[in-house]
Structure formats: structure tokens, C-alpha cells
């Protein structure tokens, strides 16, 4: 089925051309060099800037593309799929605007609209040295500047504004730190504390313009951090000191910077899926290629039972997490004041759901997964860094699960009586349906009726039920349906038996939390399934809708998962992995819709088509030195890769002992 | 890296399609061959308390030399240690301190002038190590341990005398195993040490090997028969000096995400000759030794990497104890706290693995195939698990490769090395895997239960008996203590209710394991077997490692030993989390056990004591 947020996506994927191909900007090649090297991409952001990346981060009302939250979530899976730097490095501009398109007056909206499609970086500086995720105990400290000097002459870019709330702006002071382009940025939301004494209503949003100050005396940077992964992102800091700023800098009222925030993060928090699926993504990739040519104890690794069940198992939670990020992209738009549910679940899910891909796919690799240059050319291990942030940033995994936590109440209530908005849920789920545009008024730290996505759970399980009288081909997918109903009522029973819990939290609710977000993830996917398997069937993934082939696995991984089970049902994933060997081969992501790879020529699927084998080794930018130059003192440039050098004299070819 | 390709294909034995009778018919690996070993340890009580004091007295004087990590102008500090690993360096103060105390002694047995007399020795010192630097416990070290293990098993005397002198002069021996074309199923190797008149002629290139480029001396698995099979195969003990350099070359460094120091290259041959003496053992017989000297190897390096969970641990914990959050410290987030005290009771259950299957070694050497697979299998993955959940708690500061967390991150990047891919647990599971109905037919709640010294972390042990190590058994004297514990366990406190509730609990587990173990098809048998049966080889696993945790606590109880070891608290914890990591749901516990277990963290911490078995006082 043709789906707009797919074909935008797709477009990109066509012009950033084949990450194989070492002369293309965008290669995977490029970006490892980078990595080692710690270098921002510069050259690739030019790029996607060309393409117009940046007028995904500002709604269509002020001028942007932003019409929908789930064609930016595809665009930028896209970028995150070839590099996570990148993608994290450039869409901080999102996280830094955000706070505006939410609380923002019309004019701060269309100046910031301006300054982003223009290209200008823009960040989001919340976390401090000490503090970390406890926003409340900021200490960047906005004082009133009535009474001082110097502030009316710097009033921003424009200085004839009215000024809102109190007449003289602020003097800005401390640290921001661990600040995803703190340095780069040009512009800053930063959570002040315009508060003595702090407390929820003693912060807020400022939207710093570096421009107007100076640096030395206003503010420093605090240099570059060295990370784990995304080496080449400008994680830094900056130390404000008398920073002026002027009143209409206050993005909201002042007070509700908090607020502000909380719902600026379920925004971002529900767009870091993007992150994840694009990281599992290419790593599911990477491994199904080494599966796909690897030759172990006389067969090929993709003919083992254990690696294809790890394959087939990955798969599935890919897919699963697909369709949690899916539907709570498009639930942005259709239930917007149920969003704090869905975007903590998707913010714990997604990161975590990937983790653990790559840590079962890890253990396929080997020792490809570790040694950089053998693989892939090592981008597995780079991929596995990467996305350790994504769990980390804009919320971890506690506070993800806290939130829910504390929403136990309203969403047990809201299940026993099913007031969540179904509507809204089947407007999620539709994917033919158009989305309104987002009224991020209607944001709300609570959802007080409970999840309409989690309420659809019954209806849809009796949509396959129904399905699936007279074909027996859906009695498995329907089994564990049935089951994960039954487990979600025992889910929201337990939930219902935690009393409003505002600090303490034992340590069984964070699990509770954490079973409620599989069960929502199940909800998600039978939604989908239930409202689509017609249409869907037409398109490129159409083996996938087919009998439900992709719900079955789902539904499985997510009851193993939930501790319902001690294993996976061996007959709910040969065809899954079918699929997924099918996607490889004709160069398709293996996604719920279709979308074609970018490769000069479709890969090889089946590791003994020898232009597939050299396809691989050739083009890694650092070609294989001949066996006499290693002879010679091993000391020039040599890139160890699987396919590249036949051993001397040896007579293996370079297709038959790939990978 | 670690050369240990863990498990093997023996084609048409153990590992890949193996019968279930062929383990049996292998040369040297019939159980009723095998003498039984005796269980008196060497010596009297008074010379084990004078060992233990002289391993104390090592490993004290091995913490003091290195020093305190915080210090900045310590050439050890974690700083010093981060900033080699940034350069892609081993530490050069590290190697230089390891080469004043000539610390490859520890390799060599005493009988040739080392201090090598015990393996749970060996790990306890090497643990101080690992506990600073993976990348130095490897490179400095380890892979010269590998190397030497094949020639301790089978070498001649005078190979084992050259061995030695080289280890005691501080020079290091590389282990080549590895081939990336072949990864862990080695007998399809391709490395070939052709027999010509006077010797062999070696041809074909080892990848990813550790230290080939200054080592003195190579252990080579090379192919002495172009013919498939597990008898084609031998190990070569080559010098360095006696090669023609114009024959041989030394491949370009690997670059890895972990163990930045150390120097993975790799060789290559070229019609390059050697002498006969160099064979070791006998032709043919290097799948073999493989398999025993990685009894050894396995059970060994996973507890010497509980050194680095256990600094990981102590990093964390002083965060959570200094850092403020949402008003009140991180250690009084019921979350934070329980994680820890989890991270705290996995180490114990490594430990208690560890010891175990270090110490079956020398007391149980015919069983020692499965417990060397399952401490390989199981112990790097949890070091590996627990690190992630400690991350967690350190949420983004994790994240910085400076500093005072630079080192857990290293740590995060470095512990994975241990349990490499199918190159690691999934080849230990098919150690275990063709062994399973065996087991279930003869040996599981029938066989004699293990001796009691197998559990006691102090006590005095028999030789290394290297020439009894059995390629595969029939026995599980370590399963048959669990069983054996059921009449005997104190049901006093709540405590030890709840250890009894446990035990209840794993017993009906085995019981269960024991069912499905016999319903194998023969095909899951093999490296062709079903996810399920690699399912089954980890619940066996986690058998095994609550058997050892029970087995430690009993000892310490019954013998009066370490107060907290003697607890039932701990045991009965550990145990919670074995049964729940099976996928059972336990009663819930005492609230006592998770608080007895809280109090030695902080304990442990305040007082600069090591997190394991053997609560040894740190430097920092």
C-alpha cells in the first residue's frame, strides 16, 4: 500500500544513494572514519540540509513539513539507519525547538521556524552535571535583570518586540552539561530556574540566542566530551554567567518551564523510536547478511536451527516495535492527551526492545561483533555504542517507567471502565486515515481516561477472532492474542493495586510498568493488524500481512518477553524469517511497509553469488593490500575483512569462506 | 582476544552430529578408564592455612604495587589505565610491575618452578588484575596461560622445561587457535603444518591472535591431515627465534571496541619449516588437547573477570551513596538499591560458579568437560548482564569515556571480549548439549554427591591432575549435591525456610531438565540442535550455578567459615534469583535476605572489601 510517510521516506533513501558506495556523502565508510576520528559530520548534515531534513522539525503552520509525526519518525529512521550520530547529531534541532512549537507565542514560533529551515543548529539544554534526570533540582539560575544594567541594550534580533511577563529579561547563570550540541547550537531552550526556590513552578523555558552574546564574558562552552558512542557528536556544555536575556525569550508563561518540558519530552520521546528501529534496523541486517554467507560446521549459519530462532527472534521484536512507534506517532495527532502513556512506553520499549536485539545478535556475530574492519567493517559494534544513548537521553528508562507508575491508577480505572478514546485509537491504527494536525494544547501530563490504545485490546482480539474461524492458519496467531488479553487484565489488576505512588517506588512496580508496556506494544500490533490486513496485503510487504505471518512472532516474542512463557513457539516464525530473508535479498527494508534499500545492486542474499561477495569487500576505502605487502613489515594500510585476502596459497576463493 | 574457541564441531563426535555414543568411544575419554581421584588434599591442616596466608600475602602485596585508582599520580590509576586504552596501549607500568614480580609464575606449575599449584589460586590473584584492566589480565597474560595449558596437558618434559624457562624470563606465548573463516568449529581449520623429512612445514595464516607479534613462542593448532575429522589436527610448540623470519610475518593489528590494548594480529606462514620436536603430544591428537586444556581455560578466565563486575560494582555504589537526586541520595531509591544488591548477589553466584568448576578440576577431573562449559557459558553472560543493569543506574554519565565512570565504561566495552558470539556461548551450549540425555539417563538424582572440599574456597586441594581431564562424562556429582542437600537443610529461620523452599523449587527443575533430556532427538544432539535444547543447556547451567551457591553456603555454614558466607541470607537471595532467572515464581523472600545483603554491600564498600567469596581487602 502507498503511504506517504514510506514515500518520503523513500525519496530520501533514494538521494542519499548506497551506503556501500564509498564516494557517496552519506557512506558507511565515511561515518566510521568519522567515529574514529571523533569529527561532527558536518558534510553529511549539509547534505540532508540540501534535501530540506530540517523542515521536518517545524510544523507546516509556520512554514515547515511537519505535517505528520510519523513521516518524520520514517524520514529520520531513514538517517538513523546508516548512522546514528548523524541522526542524533541533527535532530537535536527538533528537541530544541520543540518547547516552542508546544508553549511558544506565534512570533518566537516564526522567527525560530526561520532560523531552523535556514540550517541553524538549535539544542536543548535540560540535564546538569549533578542532577542528571532530576529536572526539579536544576541550578541554572535565571536572576531578573530590572535592576540591571546593560540588559535593554541586547534584546534579541529583534529589538522592537513588547516583551512579555516581566519587563527586563533575565541575567543568566550556570551549567548546563552532557548537552547534545551545546557548542554547535546557536540557539538554546534552556530550563532556568527563574525561582529562588525552585519547585514545579519555578522554572522556565528560555530560548537562549548565542548570537546576541558575548562569548568569554557571557557564556563558555564546556569543551567536547569524549563518549562511548556517537564520538563524533558534539556532546558539551555551556557555563552561562550574567548571560542577558530578554523577557521574550521565555518560551510559555513564566513558572510552567516544567510543564513545558514534560510535554515538549513525550514529542521527542515518542520520535526516539525512529533512533531505535533504524539501529535495529541495520544491525539486523548486518547479522542476517553474516548469516546469510557465514559457513559453520559444513552449513551455512542461516541453516542453523539456535541462529535462525535468534534471527526469526529479532525480527519479530523489530516488527513489534515498529508497531508501538507507529501507532504512537500517528497517536501525536489522534489521541493527543493519552500521549504521556503511549510516548513513555514507546521511550522505554523501543531502547530497550533494541538493546536487547543487538545483544542476542551479538552473540550470532562473534567476534565480528567486536573487531572493527572484519564485518560489515565493523559497523556492528559501532551501532551497538551508538544506541546505548538512545536509552539514556530525554528520560532514561526509569523515569519512563515512573511515569507510568504513576498513571497506574487512572489507566486501571480506565481499562475496568473502558473510557480510554478508542476512536482515537482506530485513527492511530488506520493507516489510510489522514491525521489532523497536532494541537499540542491539548498535551496533558496525565491521562486521566486511561489508554485508548490498551482499550481497543478486546475488540481487536475478537476482530481475529473472527478471522479466524474456518482458517486454521490464524489458530496460533489468535492463541497467544487471547493470551495477552488475558494477561493484560491480570496487568491492570496488579496495577490497580498500587495506591498513588509518588516517591519509593518498589522496585516490582518498575516491572509492572514494564509488562504494561509489552501488553500496550500487543494492543499496538493487533490494532494495526486489525484495521489494515486488508489493504496491506497489496503492497511489496504483502508476504507479511498474508495470515497474519508478522502477528503470530509478534505476539509470541512479546508473551516470552512477559515471562508467560519459557520459549518461543517454534511454529509461529519460519515464515517470519522467510520474509526476512526474502526483504534481504531483493535489498527491501524489513519493515511492515515497503521500502526500498539504496545499493548500486541488490545484495546478495544468498552468499554464493560471487558479485554479492565482492560487492562487500570491494569499496571499504581502505582496499586490501596484496599478500606481499604484508610480507613486507605490515605496515601499511590494511583493512582485515573477511572476503578481501586469500590466505597465501591458499586456494579458498573469496565467495566460498565469506564471513 | 581469547582463542578459546569454546566448542568445537568434533565432526561426527560431541559437538556438530554426533551420536551419543561416540563421545564414549573417543580415545581417552571412557569414564571407567579414568581413575578415580583421590579426595585427600596434599599435606595437613597447618600447611593449608600457611598456603592460604601465602595467597593472601600475594595478592596483597599484587593490590599494594598497583595501588589506589583515584590517586591521579599513581602510574596505575584508572585515569593512567583509560589513557593507555585510548592509545590502543596495555599500560606500560601495569606490565612492568607484572614483569618485576615475574608474574607469569603463576602459569608454571611448581614442579617447574612456578607458583602454578592450584586454579582457584590462580583466579583469585589473577582477579586483581582483571579487577583494574581486562585488556592488561589478558594481554599480559592470559593468552600465554592458554598457550601453555596444551603443553602442560601433553608436552614433553622437555618442551615443559623450555616452556617454563620462557614464562619465568617474562616473555609471553601466543595461543593460536583462531581463523576467522572458521571461528569456533576449528577442526575445519585450514592452517597446515604439512610432515616433511626432519619435521613440518607450516603454511597458512592464524588471525586475531593475541600478542603474535612479540611473542616468544606460538602454540599453532595446525592440520597435520587434509582429511575431515577430529584426528586431523595437531598442536606445534614453536620459538619464535628458530623460524625463518623470511617464512613467516606477522598480519597488520586488529582494531576491536574492547581490550584496546591488547595486540590482536595474526600470522602467516609460507612453507615455513619447523623441527619434530615441536609436535605436541601425539599427530592427530590436537582436537583432543583442545578440549582439555579448555577444561581448564574455561572454568579459569570467566572468575578472573569477576574482578571488573566487582569495580564496576564499587564505582556504582559510591555513586548512588554521594549523588543526590530528587532530594535524597540514589541508594535510597528502593530501585537503585535493589539493583545493586543484585549486582552483588550475581558476583557471588559467579564466584561461587567459579570456584566450582575451578576446584572440579583437581577433584573431579572426568566431570569437568560439562562444569568448565556451563562456568563459560553462564558467568561471562551474567558479568555481561549485570554490567548493563548497573549502566542503568549510572544512567548517562555511563556514557563518558573520562573521569570517575571512564572505567565502568571501559569495563562495558572490555567484559563482552569473554563470551564472543557463537565463537562463545552458544558453543559452550553445545559442549553441553550432546551430553544432556546422557546425563539424564545416568547420572541425574542417582550419582554419589561431590566431595565436601569441592565448595570450600580456603581449603587445600590435590595437583593439577592435566592428564586426567575427560572429554566427556557420565557423572554430576555437583547436581547430585543439590539433591543430596534436600534431607540435611536447617529449616529454623525464615531464612532457611526459604532456602529449603528454594531448593524444593530447582529440584523440580532437574526433575524437569531430566524429562525433556531424554525426549532429545538425536539431532538435537548436535550443533544442529534445536533452539530448545540450547534452552535446555542454560536451565542446566542455572542449575549448576544454584548448586554451587548452595554447596558454598553449606560449607561455610558447616565449617564455621566466612560469617556472612555462613548466612543463609545470602544463599537463600541468590538462589530467588536463579529460580526467577529459570522462569519460575518464587515465593516472595524475607525481607531480612535482601537487608542482610544490603548491609554487606555498604559493609563491604566502607571497608574496602572485594565483592566475591573471598572478601579480600582492596587498595581501592
Not at chain 1, 520459549?567 to 527491501?588: C, I, K, N, S, V
Not at chain 2, 575427560?470 to 542437600?485: E, M, N, P, Q, Y
Request: hydrophobic content about 40%; overall charge negative.
Amino acid at each position: 500500500m502507498e503511504h506517504r510517510p514510506f514515500s518520503v521516506a523513500q525519496e530520501l533513501e533514494r538521494l542519499l544513494g548506497d551506503p556501500e558506495d564509498p564516494e557517496a556523502v552519506f557512506s558507511h565508510a565515511h561515518c566510521l572514519e568519522l567515529d574514529e576520528r571523533e569529527e561532527f559530520p558536518a558534510e553529511i548534515c549539509r547534505a540532508l540540509e540540501s534535501w530540506g531534513l530540517q523542515e521536518y522539525y517545524v510544523p507546516a503552520e509556520y512554514g515547515g513539513r511537519l505535517t505528520d509525526y510519523e513521516t518524520v519518525m520514517q524520514v529520520m529512521r531513514v538517517v538513523a539507519r546508516r548512522d546514528l550520530t548523524v541522526a542524533i547529531g541533527h535532530g537535536k534541532t527538533y528537541l530544541g525547538g520543540v518547547c516552542v512549537w508546544v508553549a511558544g507565542t506565534e512570533e518566537q514560533a516564526r522567527r525560530l521556524a526561520g532560523d531552523i529551515r535556514s540550517g541553524l543548529p538549535v539544542s536543548l539544554a535540560l540535564t546538569e552535571r549533578a542532577h542528571g534526570s532530576d529536572l526539579l533540582a536544576g541550578d541554572v539560575v535565571g536572576t531578573a535583570a530590572d535592576d540591571l544594567d546593560g540588559v535593554n541594550d541586547i534584546d534579541g534580533i529583534d529589538g522592537t518586540e513588547d516583551r512579555a511577563g516581566n519587563g527586563g529579561g533575565w541575567r543568566l547563570s550556570g551549567e548546563k552539561w552532557l548537552i547534545n550540541n551545546a557548542t554547535r547550537g546557536s540557539l538554546l531552550s534552556v530550563l532556568t530556574r527563574t525561582r529562588p526556590e525552585g519547585g514545579p513552578r519555578g522554572f522556565t523555558v528560555l530560548l537562549v540566542d548565542k548570537r546576541t552574546l558575548t562569548p568569554g564574558e557571557h557564556y563558555r562552552q564546556v569543551p567536547k566530551i569524549p563518549t562511548h558512542g556517537i564520538r563524533g557528536a558534539d556532546i558539551s556544555g555551556i557555563v552561562f554567567d550574567g548571560a542577558p536575556v530578554p523577557a521574550d525569550a521565555a518560551v510559555g508563561a513564566e513558572g510552567a518551564g516544567l510543564e513545558t518540558v514534560l510535554k515538549a519530552l513525550q514529542l521527542t520521546r515518542t520520535m526516539c523510536a525512529s533512533l531505535s528501529l533504524g539501529a535495529a534496523d541495520h544491525a539486523l541486517r548486518i547479522a542476517l547478511d553474516f548469516a546469510e554467507r557465514r559457513e559453520l560446521y559444513g552449513r551455512r549459519l542461516v541453516d542453523l536451527p539456535q541462529a535462525r530462532q535468534v534471527l526469526a527472534g529479532a525480527a519479530a521484536d523489530v516488527l513489534a516495535g515498529e508497531a508501538l512507534a507507529t501507532v504512537a506517532a500517528r497517536s501525536v495527532h489522534t489521541l493527543t492527551d493519552e500521549l504521556s502513556v503511549a510516548a513513555a512506553a514507546t521511550k522505554y520499549l523501543l531502547p530497550t526492545g533494541t538493546e536487547a536485539v543487538i545483544a542476542e545478535l551479538t552473540r550470532l556475530l562473534g567476534a565480528r561483533a567486536f573487531l572493527k574492519g572484519v564485518h560489515a567493517r565493523g559497523m556492528f559494534q559501532k551501532v551497538d555504542r551508538d544506541h546505548r544513548i538512545v536509552g539514556l537521553f530525554d528520560g532514561n528508562t526509569l523515569v519512563n517507567l515512573n511515569s507510568l507508575v504513576n498513571q497506574f491508577r487512572s489507566l486501571a480505572r480506565g481499562w475496568q471502565r473502558g473510557t480510554g478514546d478508542t476512536a482515537g485509537a482506530a485513527g492511530a491504527f488506520d493507516l489510510a486515515g489522514g491525521l489532523p494536525a497536532l494541537r499540542p494544547e491539548r498535551l496533558t501530563l496525565v491521562a486521566r481516561r486511561g489508554s485508548g490504545i490498551m482499550a481497543t485490546l478486546p475488540e481487536s482480539v475478537a476482530a481475529l477472532r473472527a478471522e479466524a474461524t474456518g482458517r486454521p492458519e490464524l489458530k496460533g496467531a489468535l492463541g497467544t492474542a487471547e493470551r495477552l488479553l488475558a494477561v493484560a487484565g491480570r496487568v491492570h489488576e496488579e496495577m490497580d493495586t498500587y495506591r498513588a505512588v509518588v516517591s519509593d517506588v518498589p522496585p516490582a512496580a518498575f516491572d509492572l510498568a514494564r509488562r504494561y508496556c509489552l501488553c500496550l506494544a500487543g494492543a499496538a500490533a493487533l490494532g494495526l493488524w486489525a484495521h489494515n490486513r486488508r489493504a496491506a496485503r497489496a503492497g511489496r510487504t504483502g508476504g507479511l500481512w498474508q495470515d497474519a505471518v508478522w502477528l503470530w512472532p509478534v505476539l509470541d516474542r512479546l508473551l516470552v518477553r512477559l515471562g508467560e512463557q519459557d520459549g518461543p513457539e517454534p511454529d509461529a516464525y519460519p515464515r517470519l524469517l522467510e520474509q526476512l530473508r526474502a526483504a534481504g535479498a531483493a535489498g527491501e527494508l524489513f519493515s511492515l511497509l515497503p521500502l526500498r534499500l539504496s545499493a548500486t545492486a541488490p545484495p546478495t542474499g544468498t552468499g554464493t553469488t560471487p558479485g554479492g561477495a565482492v560487492r562487500e569487500s570491494t569499496g571499504t576505502g581502505t582496499t586490501t593490500a596484496a599478500p606481499g605487502a604484508v610480507r613486507s613489515g605490515a605496515t601499511t594500510a590494511f583493512a582485515h575483512t573477511d572476503t578481501g585476502k586469500p590466505p597465501a596459497g591458499g586456494d579458498r576463493t573469496s565467495e566460498g569462506t565469506s564471513c | 582476544m581469547l582463542s578459546d574457541p569454546a566448542v568445537p564441531g568434533l565432526r561426527g563426535e560431541a559437538a556438530p552430529t554426533g551420536t551419543d555414543n561416540a563421545a564414549g568411544a573417543r580415545p581417552g575419554t571412557d569414564p571407567a578408564g579414568t581413575d578415580p581421584v583421590g579426595g585427600a588434599p596434599v599435606g595437613g591442616t597447618g600447611a593449608h592455612e600457611a598456603q592460604e596466608s601465602a595467597v593472601q600475602a600475594r595478592i596483597a602485596d599484587l593490590e599494594k604495587r598497583f595501588g589506589d585508582p583515584d590517586d591521579e599520580g599513581n602510574p596505575l590509576s584508572a585515569a593512567h589505565i583509560l589513557t593507555a586504552d585510548e592509545a590502543g596501549e596495555l599500560p606500560r607500568a601495569g606490565e612492568r610491575l607484572l614483569d618485576e614480580l615475574v608474574f607469569n609464575a603463576e602459569y608454571v606449575p611448581t614442579a617447574l618452578g612456578g607458583r602454578l599449584d592450584r586454579l582457584d589460586t590462580l583466579v583469585r590473584v589473577m582477579r586483581q588484575v582483571f579487577r583494574r584492566d581486562v585488556a592488561l589480565g589478558l594481554g599480559y597474560g592470559i593468552t600465554s596461560f592458554m598457550a601453555a595449558a596444551n603443553v602442560w596437558t601433553a608436552g614433553s618434559g622437555e618442551q615443559r622445561r623450555r616452556l617454563a624457562e620462557l614464562l619465568l624470563d617474562n616473555q609471553k606465548i601466543s595461543v593460536a587457535y583462531h581463523e576467522l573463516p572458521h571461528g569456533n568449529d576449528f577442526v575445519r581449520n585450514e592452517f597446515r603444518a604439512d610432515p616433511v623429512a626432519g619435521g613440518y612445514r607450516l603454511r597458512g595464516r592464524k588471525e586475531v591472535i593475541n600478542n603474535a607479534d612479540r611473542a616468544a613462542a606460538f602454540s599453532l593448532f595446525s592440520r597435520t591431515d587434509g582429511k575431515p575429522g577430529s584426528r586431523s589436527h595437531s598442536v606445534l610448540f614453536v620459538e619464535r627465534d628458530r623460524l625463518d623470519p623470511e617464512r613467516f610475518a606477522v598480519l597488520p593489528r586488529y582494531e576491536a571496541v574492547g581490550v584496546r590494548g591488547c595486540r590482536l594480529t595474526g600470522l602467516e606462514f609460507d612453507d615455513c619449516p619447523v623441527a619434530g620436536d615441536a609436535l605436541v603430544g601425539e599427530v592427530g591428537q590436537g582436537v583432543e588437547l583442545a578440549l582439555r586444556s579448555f577444561q581448564i581455560t574455561r572454568s579459569a578466565i570467566p572468575g578472573m573477570a569477576v574482578g571488573a563486575l566487582d569495580t564496576s560494582l564499587r564505582t556504582v555504589v559510591r555513586f548512588a551513596l554521594g549523588r543526590q537526586l530528587y532530594r535524597r541520595s540514589v541508594m535510597e531509591i528502593p530501585h537503585a538499591a535493589e539493583t545493586l544488591n543484585g549486582a552483588f548477589l550475581d558476583l557471588l553466584i559467579c564466584d561461587s560458579m567459579a570456584l566450582v568448576g575451578t576446584r572440579a578440576v583437581h577433584l573431579l577431573p572426568d566431570e569437568t568437560s560439562v562444569y568448565a562449559a556451563a562456568v563459560k557459558y553462564l558467568v561471562p553472560k551474567t558479568l555481561t548482564d549485570t554490567m548493563y543493569d548497573l549502566s542503568i543506574v549510572l544512567g548517562a554519565r555511563f556514557y563518558v569515556r573520562e573521569g570517575e565512570f571512564g572505567l565502568f565504561q571501559k569495563h562495558v566495552r572490555d567484559l563482552p571480549v569473554l563470551s564472543l558470539g557463537h565463537a562463545g556461548s552458544a558453543a559452550c551450549q553445545a559442549t553441553i548439549i550432546p551430553q544432556l540425555s546422557r546425563l539424564a539417563r545416568r547420572a541425574w538424582f542417582s550419582g554419589d554427591e561431590a566431595p565436601r572440599a569441592l565448595f570450600s574456597p580456603r581449603e587445600g586441594l590435590p595437583g593439577l591432575p592435566f592428564d586426567r581431564l575427560a572429554l566427556a562424562s557420565g557423572k554430576d556429582s555437583l547436581s547430585a549435591s543439590l539433591v543430596a542437600s534436600v534431607d540435611g537443610l536447617p529449616s529454623g529461620s525464615p531464612e532457611e525456610l526459604a532456602v529449603q523452599a528454594l531448593v524444593m523449587k530447582l529440584l523440580d527443575e532437574l526433575r524437569q531438565l531430566q524429562e525433556e533430556s531424554l525426549n532429545l532427538s538425536p539431532q538435537d544432539r548436535t550443533a544442529l540442535a534445536s533452539p530448545a535444547s540450547f534452552a535446555l543447556a542454560d536451565r542446566y547451567a542455572v542449575l549448576l550455578a544454584a548448586a554451587s551457591v548452595l554447596g558454598v553456603w553449606r560449607s561455610a555454614r558447616d565449617d564455621g567459615g566466612d560469617p556472612f558466607l555462613a548466612d543463609p541470607a545470602w544463599a537463600a537471595a541468590a538462589l530467588h534469583r536463579l529460580v526467577r532467572r529459570l522462569g519460575r515464581r518464587p515465593a516472595a523472600l524475607p525481607p531480612s535476605c535482601e537487608g542482610r545483603v544490603h548491609e554487606e554491600v555498604l559493609r563491604r564498600f566502607h571497608e574496602r572489601r572485594s565483592y566475591d567469596l573471598y572478601d579480600t581487602p582492596l587498595a581501592g
